[in-house]
């Protein structure tokens, strides 16, 4: 086979697929080596990147996805978003932001910086896959600590938590505890 058609079979792998696939496994679907699926994986975001291309191939979680390009994700993202990606509140978006940015985090440090319970925001976020415990954190009482999840990266489609914005000065005092 030649590049054209290895890609075009890469191509077709990542449609069929519903989740992001490592070079590894599109290797294995694909039957192709390694390296001939890195630079397939080239040509496609080349090919991809055209002006008439309504979607991209994007990094995700480590893997490799076709997507929709970001700029039209809010006009297909009410009919087309998966129902475990409905719209999460000020205050959900407040907790996890705040969970994202500060993690690993407690219960009771998530409310010295929001300043109010959070039980309930922690709960559906729990129920929403975007957050999780990490572990415990090493004071009296041993409180549960949360961290974000790789539905979270999936949700805001970031390769890792590096990839979320910078805070400016004043919104990073913002997540810090008061001491």
């Known amino acids: 086979m030649d590049l054209f058609r290895e890609a ?8 069929l697929e519903h989740e992001p696939q490592t070079e590894k496994s599109l290797a294995n679907s694909a ?7 890195a630079q397939c994986i080239e040509q496609l975001k080349e090919k991809y990147t055209a002006e008439n291309s309504g979607i991209e191939l994007a990094q995700i979680r480590g893997g490799w996805a076709l997507v929709p390009k970001k700029y039209l994700w809010d006009v ?17 978006i407040e ?17 010295a910086i929001r300043g109010v319970a959070a039980d309930n925001m922690i709960r559906l976020l729990v129920e ?3 957050i999780k415990e990490v572990g415990r954190k090493d004071i009296p009482g041993k409180p549960i600590q949360y961290g974000t999840t790789k539905e979270f990266l ?21 997540f810090e505890l008061s001491r």
């Open 76 to 92: 297909l993202k009410e009919k087309y978003g998966s129902k475990n990606e409905g719209k999460l509140s000020r205050s959900a």
């Open 128 to 130: 929403r896959n975007l």
């Open 95 to 111: 907790t996890l932001s705040i969970i994202a940015y500060s993690q690993p985090i407690t219960r009771a440090e998530i409310e």
């Open 154 to 174: 999936k949700f805001f489609r970031l390769e890792s938590i590096a990839d979320l914005p910078r805070l400016d000065k004043e919104e990073s005092e913002r």
């Open 31 to 37: 039957q192709l080596s390694e390296e001939v699926v």
């Open 8 to 15: 075009a079979l890469l191509e077709a792998v990542l449609f």
